[in-house]
Structure formats: structure tokens, C-alpha cells
């Protein structure tokens, strides 16, 4: 079974840079075809994409969120992160890592973490 979890800090200030880890065990996040993803969901919002790192290593980000956001992997502890910068309280939300395939079925999450940004 393919599980993932998220760790990082649940609390930074605003202009601070966010930085999360999602660890991997099931599968390798070399695995043709998958997609390494983060995604949150902001009080009464609906989910948002941020971005992923595919198998390959590319990445691809939320046109939104772009100039804020760096994901980046490390293949030997099958982990891969995200790192926002310049936090405002409007970034604060639940966090998830996801595993997507090429047909964009998100079919394994994380628990979630709760990140809030103090102004």
C-alpha cells in the first residue's frame, strides 16, 4: 500500500518561506508515470493544486503560485518537498502530498498538515 506524509513546521510567520516534506513508502517516486503532488485547501475553499515533481524529475507549478514555489526530490529517501516563499495569512490552509497518475487520478494522500501563517 502506498502511503505518504507530510512534515514540516504548522506554523510561520508572514514573509517567511514555507518548507514541507512528504515521505514516500509503497513505491518508489521513480515509478513511470507518477506524479509527486501538493495540494491545500484553505478555510471554506475548495482544493488547489500548488504543483508536483514528476517521475522524471520535471516539475510544474500552479501558474498562481509560481513565483513563490520550488519543489525539488531526493530519489534516495524516495521524499520530495515543497518550499513557498513570502507566506501571507491568505496562504494559510491545510497542505497535502499526493500521488497522481498520467490520467491525473489522484489515488494516494497524505493526512494532511495544517499550516498557519501569523501576521
Known amino acids: 500500500q502506498v502511503q505518504l506524509q507530510e512534515s514540516g513546521p504548522g506554523l510561520v510567520k508572514s514573509s517567511q518561506t514555507l518548507s514541507l516534506t512528504c515521505s514516500v513508502s509503497?513505491?518508489?517516486?521513480?515509478?513511470?508515470?507518477?506524479?509527486w503532488t501538493w495540494i491545500r485547501q484553505a478555510p471554506g475553499r475548495g482544493l488547489e493544486w500548488i504543483g508536483h515533481v514528476s517521475y522524471s524529475g520535471a516539475t510544474d507549478y500552479s501558474s498562481a503560485l509560481q513565483s513563490r514555489t520550488s519543489m525539488s526530490r531526493d530519489t534516495f529517501k524516495n521524499q520530495f518537498t515543497l518550499v513557498l516563499s513570502s507566506m501571507t495569512p491568505e496562504d494559510t490552509a491545510v497542505y497535502y502530498c499526493?500521488?497522481?497518475?498520467?490520467?491525473?487520478?489522484?489515488?494516494?494522500w497524505g493526512q494532511g498538515t495544517q499550516v498557519t501563517v501569523s501576521s
Open positions: 509503497g513505491d518508489s517516486i521513480t515509478t513511470d508515470s507518477t506524479y
Open positions: 499526493a500521488r497522481a497518475d498520467s490520467l491525473w487520478r489522484f489515488e494516494f
